[in-house]
C-alpha cells in the first residue's frame, strides 16, 4: 500500500512568493497532521484536521500560512508572502486514531528553501 | 501547554556501547510514543506505552513509561552503526487528537 506522499520534495523560491505544498494520506485515515522540522525547533506541530476539518490550529505560525483539506485524500499548506524564516522541512502524517494512542505515519516531507 | 524535553540532544558512541536517553515532562501524558528518524525521511514508530510502569523491549532496545506517565526512557544494548539516527519522543495529548514531540537525541553510533 501506498504511504502518504508529499509533493513537492524540494521547493526554492524567492521571499514573497506563494508556496503551496501538497499531502495525500492513506487511504482510511482520518487524521491528518502538518508538522514543521527546523534544527532549532525540532518538529512543531502546525495544524491538525479529523475528518477534512481543521480541530487546532494554534501551531500556525501568523497569517501567512494556511491548509485546506477539501476531501478525506488532499490537503495543502499555503505560504503567502514567503520569508526566508519558512525554510524548513514540512511533513504531512496521517493516523488511522490520532494521537492519544495512533501510530503517525509520515511522508519523506518537502524541504522548503526561501531565498 | 504541554511540552516534552529529551536528553542529551546529541549522543557519540562507538560500536557496543550501551546508552539510554531520557524524555520528561511536568505534564501528565495519556501514551508516550518514540519515534526513529533517518536523514531525508520521515519518522517511523518503534514503540507506544499507555500503562505507568510499562516496559518494552524491541530487541535490543528497551522502552519504560514512568509510573507517574510524565517521562519515558530508551536503553540501547550493544549499539550498532545501523542504530544511527533522530529519536523523538511524542506524548498524546490528553484533551484531543494531536501528538507532541520533544527536540530529539541525533544518535551517532561509529564502527
Known amino acids: 500500500d501506498a504511504g502518504v506522499i508529499q509533493s513537492p520534495r524540494h521547493e526554492v523560491t524567492e521571499m514573497g512568493q506563494e508556496v503551496t505544498l501538497r499531502c495525500k494520506p492513506i487511504?482510511?485515515?482520518?487524521?491528518l497532521f502538518w508538522y514543521r522540522q527546523t534544527m532549532m525547533r525540532g518538529l512543531e506541530l502546525l495544524i491538525y484536521?479529523?475528518?477534512?476539518?481543521?480541530?487546532?490550529d494554534s501551531g500556525m505560525p501568523e497569517d501567512r500560512f494556511s491548509a485546506k483539506m477539501p476531501n478525506a485524500s488532499f490537503s495543502t499548506l499555503k505560504i503567502q508572502p514567503s520569508e526566508p524564516r519558512d525554510s524548513a522541512v514540512y511533513f504531512c502524517?496521517?493516523?488511522?486514531?490520532?494521537?492519544?494512542?495512533?501510530?503517525?505515519?509520515f511522508g519523506e516531507g518537502s524541504r522548503l528553501t526561501v531565498l | 501547554t504541554q511540552l516534552l524535553e529529551q536528553s542529551p540532544q546529541f549522543l557519540s558512541i562507538q560500536e557496543g556501547e550501551n546508552l539510554t536517553v531520557y524524555c520528561n515532562s511536568s505534564?501528565?501524558?495519556?501514551?508516550l510514543q518514540w519515534y526513529r528518524q533517518e536523514p531525508g525521511e520521515g519518522p517511523v514508530l518503534l514503540v507506544t506505552?499507555?500503562?505507568?510502569?510499562e516496559v518494552k523491549k524491541l530487541k535490543r532496545l528497551t522502552f519504560q513509561f514512568g509510573d507517574a506517565r510524565k517521562d519515558s526512557s530508551l536503553h540501547i544494548t550493544a549499539a550498532q552503526p545501523g542504530d544511527t539516527g533522530l529519536y523523538l519522543c511524542?506524548?498524546?495529548?490528553?484533551?484531543?487528537?494531536?501528538?507532541?514531540f520533544g527536540q530529539g537525541t541525533e544518535l551517532s553510533v561509529k564502527p
Open positions: 502524517a496521517s493516523s488511522l486514531v490520532g494521537g492519544m494512542s495512533g501510530e503517525l505515519f
Open positions: 487511504s482510511g485515515h482520518d487524521y
Open positions: 484536521f479529523n475528518n477534512n476539518v481543521p480541530i487546532d
Open positions: 505534564s501528565v501524558f495519556s501514551s
Open positions: 506505552v499507555v500503562t505507568g510502569g
Open positions: 511524542a506524548g498524546g495529548d490528553n484533551q484531543g487528537g494531536k501528538l507532541i
